[in-house]
């Protein structure tokens, strides 16, 4: 893979999270996993980070009963958003990105 495909797919599993949730990350990382060991580290922090934010809406959907639920469902849409933004952009630039809140799962 030439870098500048490295850098548009691991832009574009960052960026589908928030659209696609698990699915978008999912099929990046079993796709791309064995294009570059770059991308697949990129894909892989991208698919932990969204197996977190389908536990985080599930929780939230389900305290929504309790109220609380109500108050967390849309903040977590926000964080999660605003994180993959930065997540994009850092992988636009070439630069691996971390995210502050990730569970790793997947290695």
Known sequence: M????ERLW????????PFFGLIGPLIAYLVLKDR???VKESV???LNFSILYTIAQVVSSILTVVVIGA???PLIGIAA??????AAIASNKGE???YPVNWRIVK
Request: charge should be negative; glycine fraction near 4%.
């Open 2 to 5: 030439s870098p500048g495909d």
């Open 10 to 17: 691991a832009t574009l599993t960052h960026i589908s999270i």
């Open 36 to 38: 570059s060991p770059w």
């Open 44 to 46: 892989t922090e991208a």
């Open 71 to 73: 108050i967390l469902l």
């Open 81 to 86: 958003l605003v994180l993959c933004i930065l």
């Open 96 to 98: 691996q990105y971390k």
